[in-house]
């Protein structure tokens, strides 16, 4: 019961740490982590897992969308 108090508490301070501009992508992408590495027994490796690759998806979908809209405003 304490461990789980202690995970609860420890993530509590990292979204109140975290600002809105980064969390783009990672809850999703935590929240399906999390699940698969809770199915192979590493539920907190799965979901910082999932936040990293969340955001890097996020990141590169944002990218694509900025240089599309440049090379439509050049012609």
Same mark, same amino acid.
């Given at each position: 019961m304490t461990r789980i108090l202690i995970r609860a508490a420890?993530?509590?301070?990292?979204?109140?740490l975290a600002s809105t501009a980064e969390? /783009?992508?990672c809850l999703k992408g935590a929240a399906v982590g999390g699940l698969a590495g809770h199915m192979a027994g590493h539920g907190v490796v799965g979901a910082a897992a999932g936040c990293a690759i969340g955001r890097h998806q996020?990141? /590169?979908?944002?990218?694509a969308a900025?240089?599309?809209?440049?090379?439509?405003?050049?012609?």
């Open positions: 420890l993530i509590l301070v990292a979204v109140a969390a /783009k992508g996020a990141n /590169k979908k944002d990218r900025q240089q599309g809209g440049q090379d439509s405003g050049a012609r």
